[in-house]
């Protein structure tokens, strides 16, 4: 018959094995075929206040030097807060923002600071996405007698989509649905049919004589 020291031992014993269970990360036992390392998406705002009657020839420099030192590219959102009064000077953003091949978007986010009377807030939101924790050798290891997925699992192809999308909001919301599903799917077969043969002007030629 064991006695009660014994059985207190195995008791303890019981629990030190638990406690490493109950510590182990949530991946070690994630038996779906979802990742536990998802994109995470953060947005930063960079403002510039400009009159709001319009923007004259140095003003409008000065905007596209900004638009340059923040390396104003596609998949940035551009929008105009106009509630200190102005809206003069929404054309003349349009028409610069328009050089860079992008559009005015409607509705700006709130910002810090107040916007002076008279004036205009040009606000850039751009979204980076990344997965946090990536990548993850922590159990590798280690044995895996759960039949769960790798720590590991879903970083290299949920990295790759976060560092690809060119826009990282499309991650958050999607995008707005134009026409029907068949016709968003056959575009770029549609595009690539309408498109001229590369042969249409001829071969270019080009010597493989001469050089060094």
């Not at 390396?71 to 054309?91: C, E, F, H, P, Q």
């Not at 919301?173 to 029907?180: E, Y």
Request: charged share 15%; net charge neutral.
């Amino acid at each position: 018959m064991m006695n009660r020291n014994s059985v207190l031992s195995g008791l303890l014993a019981l629990a030190a094995l638990a406690l490493p269970l109950s510590a182990a990360p949530a991946g070690r036992y994630n038996r779906g075929v979802e990742s536990v390392h998802q994109p995470v998406v953060q947005r930063h705002d960079y403002v510039l206040d400009v009159s709001g009657s319009g923007l004259d020839p140095v003003a409008s420099t000065r905007v596209r030097q900004w638009f340059d030192a923040i390396g104003l590219d596609y998949g940035d959102r551009i929008s105009v807060d106009m509630s200190a009064g102005g809206t003069g000077s929404n054309r003349d953003i349009a028409a610069i923002v328009g050089d860079y091949g992008l559009f005015l978007s409607d509705g700006a986010p709130v910002t810090e600071g107040a916007i002076a009377i008279g004036q205009v807030r040009i606000v850039v939101s751009r979204s980076t996405a990344s997965v946090p924790g990536c990548p993850d050798y922590s159990q590798l290891s280690q044995p895996n007698f759960t039949g769960a997925s790798s720590s590991n699992y879903g970083c290299g192809i949920n990295s790759t989509l976060a560092a690809m999308v060119a826009n990282p909001e499309d991650l958050v919301r999607g995008q707005r649905a134009q026409g029907s599903s068949a016709d968003t799917a056959a575009k770029a077969i549609r595009v690539w049919r309408n498109a001229n043969p590369t042969s249409t002007n001829g071969l270019k030629v080009e010597s493989t004589k001469g050089g060094n």
